[in-house]
């Protein structure tokens, strides 16, 4: 939750209701004005958590060549079966928000989406929201899942795609590189 501090007799008040969605975005902003913040909060009606299945809906298949440096880093963090990309998108979802600190009154921004980060204009009318697109990747940490970079406005609307990038592997000419070498130490 958001607690706001009165300096001047240290006494501090909740202003939310909805408990804050920390999974991606950590922080929150003041608007110029210093009346509300912006912040992620947990989506109203958000369903359970999903469960993992009791009976494994496929193989895990993970397949390594050997004697060939794999062109992509191995994370322990990264995601392992279809369970736990159901997981990331439900703890990833959030509503963003403009909460007023006195009245406590949530005006919600847009749909709930997967926010990766968010930047408030100095006014409060705008904002630069990061989503997380789908699809999701078992090879690359999610910082490297597709991203769009759009201008909000107050409504959620979405004003201008700044940019829109799928998901990132090494780029090709690192991953020609180390296919070029591969084929060079193979040759050897």
């Known amino acids: 939750h958001i607690f706001v501090a009165d ?82 998108e439900y703890f990833a979802t959030g509503q963003l928000a403009s909460i007023d600190v006195k009245t406590k009154a949530v005006k919600k921004i847009g749909a709930p989406t997967m926010i990766q980060s968010v930047d408030g204009s100095p006014d409060g009318l705008y904002f630069r929201v990061t989503r997380v697109l789908k699809p999701f990747s078992y090879v690359v940490q999610h910082s490297s899942f597709g991203a769009s970079e759009e201008i909000w406005d107050t409504n959620g609307k979405m004003l201008a795609e700044v940019t829109k990038r799928p998901i990132r592997f090494l780029t090709d000419s690192v991953r020609n590189a180390v296919a070029t070498v591969a084929v060079a130490e193979a040759g050897a």
């Open 7 to 88: 300096g001047a007799n240290g006494k501090s008040v909740q202003v939310t209701r909805t408990p804050v969605l920390a999974t991606l975005v950590t922080s929150i902003d003041w608007t110029a004005d210093g009346k509300s913040v912006i912040a992620v909060l947990v989506p109203d009606g958000r369903g359970a958590e999903p469960k993992r299945p009791e009976i494994a809906t496929g193989p895990q298949v993970r397949l390594w060549t050997d004697g060939v440096k794999a062109a992509e880093r191995n994370y322990w963090s990264l995601l392992q079966d279809p369970h736990e990309e159901a997981l990331f």
